[in-house]
């Protein structure tokens, strides 16, 4: 059980509705009302996990999808409208679905919260962007000429 709500802020700065993970298992939630999402592939998104976490940030709640090896930041909701692209990284914002797993639910090849309870729900966009595409540039650079 949950026991502590999660907050989400709209982009005007004002307080938007309390929400949590639903506890009914995994859901489908509509990106642009409780969350957008960043995803990344796993191996990238751990890079930009450590690197964020050396910077001082907080770990925010992260979905970890096992089975297709990717990583997805939940982010506030519409900001993602207006990202500039970055090679291996996909934004879902408004028409988009995301994969919600249950609280606590931390183990398994299907989505799963890599560290649950979570201080906060959502991750702020910009230093999250920053480092995933200062890891794609350092991972781009380290690839042979020969083999790009």
């Keep these: 059980m949950l026991t502590t709500a999660l907050c989400h802020h709209a982009l005007d700065?004002?307080?938007a509705q309390l929400?949590?993970?639903p506890e009914a298992g995994y859901q489908f939630l509509p990106a642009g009302i409780h969350c957008d999402a960043v995803r990344a592939l796993s191996d990238l998104g751990d890079r930009a996990r450590r690197l964020l976490a050396d910077e001082g940030e907080e770990e925010p709640a992260i979905i970890?999808?096992?089975y297709t090896h990717y990583l997805y930041w939940l982010?506030?909701?519409r900001c993602t409208e207006g990202w500039t692209p970055i090679d291996g990284v996909t934004v879902y914002g408004g028409g988009c679905d995301v994969e919600i797993p249950p609280p606590g639910r931390t183990h398994g090849l299907a989505p799963v919260w890599p560290t649950w309870p979570c201080a906060r729900l959502h991750t702020k966009l910009e230093p999250t962007r920053d480092v995933l595409r200062e890891v794609i540039e350092d991972t781009r650079q380290s690839i042979p000429e020969a083999r790009r």
Excluded: K, L, M
């Design 19 to 21: 929400w949590v993970p």
């Design 13 to 15: 700065g004002q307080p």
């Design 75 to 77: 982010v506030p909701p």
């Design 64 to 66: 970890r999808d096992h």
